[in-house]
């Protein structure tokens, strides 16, 4: 008897068989339509981890539940969750402050907006949606879940946050057709560029929509003049009381604003003068003006708080990890936090997938326990290029000249030529 409680001391917590596989095989409508990012708002952060047992306890498990309890120990270990971060809280702070002041405008015709650049696998799209959702749940309080602007009798959803990735091809129409795919709004194929903004604009308003994210904004490329169309679409999207966020890769350097200088010691992106300054007397574009842009930076290991912020951020995965010979320390103790920082570099999603790797060999060797040696037979293929440890690698970015190539000139018939009495005797 005391054998029996045991075994249930030890699984308290652990789902049934059942409800493991509901886990594992449920899929996850796309964040970018209005279910999808409900879903996301609904459930992110919030699995539970597997109880932490040791190897011994594991031991007493009956053989049925064993094989439940490692699925859901799978579970959690590919689940690590979005720590607090220096870089995650920065932008947080941004956002949250942006749309502080924008939701309390009253009179100003244009909202302001944000930028965040980074590397890939540097957590722009979960630090951006998880600011967006605490907004959207403080906003949704703030007005007991009913939209304000509502007019009496109708059932519009109440959307304050709208997410939506940046076509692959992108024109007004397919972003128009994107923002309103998000609401599953029908669309006619032969409406018109301004029937289709004008269709955005009411939608947005009657969902009552504050913040409108707009993801991997790196895919537009302003030597193409749909590109710049798009651009100029997002610009007066501004001006319907909607906040944009924009999140992409290298932003500076893609043409979107001015070719951008890191400074080293501010470690903000700086603006050139443009050379319409000397002109015209123009300080910033239109797009430098009406966006902040941010960068989304890696852990560093240089200074002794750099170094225990790096630290701190192994120990919050360490404790979510679920392996029977863990040890207090098992990431954070003697030349681990320096191998996982050669390792990847300090970039969160590198990091990350190396863990769960990681996790995954432990478990399936039976060492049940993660350390160099183990992530040594791992592959991880870095993303970006080497970087320095005191600034991000700025590629060269260069304006191609179109030039026109020269036709080649056909030479002239000569067949009808006069070439004079002495080629004519010759020719005779």
Same mark, same amino acid.
């Given at each position: 008897?005391?054998?029996?409680?045991?075994?249930?001391?030890?699984?308290?917590?652990?789902?049934?068989? =059942?409800? #493991?596989?509901?886990?594992?095989?449920? %899929?996850?409508?796309?964040?970018?339509?209005? /279910?999808?990012?409900?879903?996301?708002?609904?459930?992110?952060?919030?699995?539970?981890?597997?109880?932490?047992?040791?190897?011994?306890?594991?031991?007493?498990?009956?053989?049925?539940?064993?094989?439940?309890?490692?699925?859901?120990?799978?579970?959690?270990?590919?689940?690590?969750?979005?720590?607090?971060?220096?870089?995650?809280?920065? /932008?947080?702070?941004?956002?949250?402050?942006?749309? %502080?002041?924008?939701?309390?405008?009253?009179?100003?015709?244009?909202?302001?907006?944000?930028?965040?650049?980074?590397?890939?696998?540097?957590?722009?799209? =979960?630090?951006?949606?998880?600011? @967006?959702?605490?907004?959207?749940?403080?906003?949704?309080?703030?007005?007991?879940?009913?939209?304000?602007?509502?007019?009496?009798?109708?059932?519009?959803?109440?959307?304050?946050?709208?997410?939506?990735?940046? $076509?692959?091809?992108?024109?007004?129409?397919?972003?128009?057709?994107?923002?309103?795919?998000?609401? +599953? @709004?029908?669309?006619?194929?032969?409406?018109?560029?301004?029937?289709?903004?004008?269709?955005?604009?009411?939608?947005?308003?009657?969902?009552?929509?504050?913040?409108?994210?707009?993801?991997?904004?790196?895919? &537009?490329?302003?030597?193409? @003049?749909?590109?710049?169309?798009?651009?100029?679409?997002?610009?007066?999207?501004?001006?319907?009381?909607?906040?944009?966020?924009? *999140?992409?890769?290298?932003?500076?350097?893609?043409?979107?604003?001015?070719?951008?200088?890191?400074?080293?010691?501010?470690?903000?992106?700086?603006?050139?003068?443009?050379?319409?300054?000397? #002109?015209?007397?123009?300080?910033?574009?239109?797009?430098?003006?009406?966006?902040?842009?941010?960068?989304?930076? +890696?852990?560093?290991?240089? *200074?002794?708080?750099?170094?225990?912020?790096? /630290?701190?951020?192994?120990?919050?995965?360490?404790?979510?990890?679920?392996?029977?010979?863990?040890? !207090?320390?098992?990431? *954070?103790?003697?030349?681990?936090?320096?191998?996982?920082? +050669?390792?990847?570099?300090?970039? /969160?999603?590198?990091?990350?997938?190396?863990?769960?790797?990681?996790?995954?060999? @432990?478990?399936?060797?039976?060492?049940?326990?993660?350390?160099?040696?183990? &992530?040594?037979? #791992?592959?991880?293929?870095?993303?970006?290029?080497?970087?320095? $440890?005191?600034?991000?690698?700025?590629? !060269?970015?260069?304006?191609?000249?179109?030039?026109?190539?020269?036709?080649?000139?056909?030479?002239?018939?000569?067949?009808?030529?006069?070439?004079?009495? *002495?080629?004519?005797?010759?020719?005779?």
């Amino acid at each position: 008897m005391t054998r029996a409680l045991s075994h249930d001391v030890l699984l308290e917590g652990l789902p049934s068989r =059942a409800r #493991i596989a509901e886990l594992i095989l449920s %899929s996850h409508p796309p964040r970018d339509t209005y /279910v999808g990012w409900q879903h996301y708002r609904t459930y992110c952060g919030q699995l539970v981890p597997a109880p932490a047992i040791s190897s011994r306890q594991w031991s007493m498990i009956p053989e049925s539940r064993r094989y439940d309890y490692d699925l859901y120990r799978e579970l959690t270990n590919a689940n690590l969750p979005l720590q607090e971060t220096p870089m995650h809280d920065k /932008v947080g702070r941004l956002i949250r402050r942006r749309l %502080s002041g924008n939701t309390r405008k009253k009179d100003d015709p244009t909202r302001p907006g944000v930028m965040v650049n980074g590397w890939g696998n540097y957590g722009k799209t =979960a630090s951006v949606c998880a600011a @967006a959702a605490v907004f959207e749940d403080q906003w949704l309080d703030l007005h007991s879940h009913l939209n304000p602007g509502s007019l009496p009798g109708t059932r519009d959803l109440h959307a304050p946050v709208v997410y939506v990735s940046t $076509p692959v091809t992108a024109t007004p129409k397919s972003l128009c057709a994107s923002i309103l795919g998000f609401f +599953r @709004a029908p669309t006619r194929t032969s409406a018109t560029l301004p029937e289709l903004v004008r269709q955005v604009a009411d939608s947005l308003y009657d969902h009552g929509v504050k913040a409108m994210i707009l993801d991997d904004i790196s895919r &537009l490329r302003m030597h193409r @003049a749909d590109d710049q169309d798009v651009l100029d679409l997002m610009r007066a999207f501004m001006s319907l009381d909607v906040t944009l966020i924009l *999140t992409g890769v290298n932003i500076p350097g893609i043409g979107l604003l001015r070719e951008a200088t890191w400074n080293k010691k501010t470690r903000q992106w700086e603006m050139p003068p443009l050379e319409s300054t000397r #002109i015209h007397g123009l300080e910033i574009t239109q797009t430098e003006h009406r966006f902040e842009l941010v960068e989304l930076d +890696r852990f560093r290991y240089i *200074t002794p708080k750099q170094i225990q912020v790096f /630290v701190d951020h192994l120990e919050g995965i360490e404790q979510h990890m679920r392996l029977l010979n863990a040890k !207090a320390g098992m990431l *954070t103790g003697g030349t681990m936090p320096e191998y996982l920082m +050669r390792r990847t570099g300090g970039v /969160v999603g590198l990091l990350g997938r190396l863990l769960e790797d990681g996790a995954n060999e @432990a478990m399936g060797s039976g060492k049940e326990l993660i350390d160099e040696n183990l &992530l040594d037979e #791992i592959v991880l293929r870095r993303d970006e290029p080497e970087q320095p $440890p005191d600034e991000p690698v700025i590629p !060269a970015y260069t304006s191609v000249a179109i030039t026109k190539t020269a036709r080649t000139k056909r030479p002239r018939n000569t067949v009808f030529d006069d070439h004079g009495p *002495t080629a004519a005797h010759t020719g005779s």
